[in-house]
């Protein structure tokens, strides 16, 4: 026992070092697995939204996993770290018990693999990093050694015996989707090692998969029953094999290895030890077989878009235990040149760990957080509207708002998902990123999300954008609905220390639906303006930043213009939308003047009212031509039934800045 700790001690210490210098980053998604745990453990089932069922993940067991906790009252958060901290650890265990130490020169193999583990930028990043890698990991190595267990026996094993050794991957199987992939090699040497036993060889390896089989189709039946599909949304929204895909899977690919190149002298060392010893042949294949065969999926489905190629971790794990057979072999000639390899090992994984641009970047960046922040306030003020928000990123925002939501990009909704690539998205793609693919990210229906009318529109991640990014947003421009129904309000959020220790300001373009649940209120003889528009801007045209007008042609004025209003707006808009309790406030900071634009009202006598009465504003009313009309003291009388802008102004000694809650009409009889 003190040797195991032993040989688990390098990863706990390299682990924990290693985990506090990333710390605190948290992927996005995450907190997608968070909301369908969140909804199951509030009764409302294994949905995004409430009362709208659909399968927008491929990681059933690590949802159920972190529900767990979640039902005793743990943080979601919390509960996806401490759960992925406890999986690689228990994963490091069952590595070392693979080939457990009796003496002092086994300690350097047995503590190959799960110092690998700890090291490896892959891994290291999603240790924490709150999706179901560590379980991926935590149940390929128990399905790994459960297989040897059977290989080991010399007369063949028993259909009870390999039923049981599969649990293992039937948990694999729930645990990922993509998880029966794992059963092909170990099931196929199972048959060759007791290949001589004629048709009775087939025993074993269908043993070991009907457990998975099992798994799978119960797996299927619930899918059937509570989603009507026979696969998962994200399937339907990331399955597309084609030479777009195969070029950015071979990309992804070279840039994983090149992640884990420190460990792979020790791997293919130990494939070539392992294949030419007769007694571990068998081990190696069972071993190394499963890298080809992820890395052919991975490449066919273009890989992945997180950072530190989240799909790549089980390959980390089959290279760490290739790694060990060398390691072994050292070690019974030269035990000082095992340890001498693996610390040089080891050593060049946390160098390519801490200099890895993408992973420090994210988390300095602090986005998940971010948007984390902004689903709490978006919660807070519109806690009774209950608004529909459509949003880019599907993570952070509606987990901490639990408002419903519009997933544009797609993972969560089954529209989008079946919806087609379009040309201009692939153009998008290589022009702007130099791409030819992003998994997961090219799909859109503009038409279809401004079908759903959403009250509130939030492109990208916080603080979000003015113009959208990805192709619901594009094809929404194109939407007559788009320019008439919605105005873009300046959310002003207050300062918030992230856990990253960054100290955030931020203020946050966002669409509003004029005539919406977080928009202009109307009852018999009433008009009520809320303080989220009274300072928005109205996009006049469609900027389609694809398709800008040539120089010379006759839509290249307007357009212009429209950018420079959009700029100027942007950098300083005079109004701003100060969220509070159940609330939105206006709050005037410029002494340019704020306005509302293309708000109906009917023909008629009204009185204008501020709320707070005392205000030190002024309110103009201008008709369509941009002309002001003449009140009659607070009273206005419209001929004309039509569209008027509000304008809004600090009076000219009023100390700046001044906060409105709403503005109304009332109709004088």
Known sequence: MALVALALLPAVAIGVALQVWLWPLFAEDAFIVLRYSANLVAGNGLCWNVGDPVEGYSNLLWILACAAPMALGIDGELAARGLGALCMLAAGLVIVRLRPPRAIRDVPAAATGPAVLAAASTTVTWTLGGLEGPLVVLLLALALSSTLRLCRDADRPTFGAAARAGIPFALLCLARSDGPLWLAVPCAVLWFRYRRAGLAAFAAPIGLALPAVVAVLGHLAFRLAYYGEWLPNTAYLKAQVSWRTWTEGATYLAGAF??????????????????AMRKRAVRTWLVAGGVPLWCLYMAAIGGDYFPSFRLFVPVVLLLALLAAELVDQLALRRPWLATGALALTIAALVYDTVTDPMTRSLRDSGVEWKNLELGRVLGRAFRSAQPLVAVDAAGGMPYASELPHVDMLGFNDATIARTPIQPFVYAAVEQILHRYYVPGH???????????????????????????????????????????EYRCAMLSLPPVVLPNGLRETMRVPTWVRLEGRAGIRRAEGLVELPGVLLGSYRQPCPFRMMDIPAEGTPERGPFERAIREQLAWLAAPPILAVPGDDTVHAEIVGREPGRCRGVRIEAGRWLLEIEPSDAAVEVRLLDAAGVPLDPNGAEFRIANSGEFDFEFQATEHAKLPVRLDAARFRRVP
Do not use: H, Q
């Open 442 to 484: 090219m799909k859109g229906n503009g038409t279809y999300v401004l079908d759903r009318r959403p009250d509130l529109v939030l492109f990208c991640s916080a603080p979000c954008t003015l113009v959208p990014m990805f192709a619901s947003g594009y094809e929404m421009e194109d939407d007559p609905r788009w320019l008439a």
């Open 258 to 275: 090149e992640a884990a190149r420190g460990i792979l002298p020790l791997a293919v060392g130990g494939l070539v030890v392992g294949l």
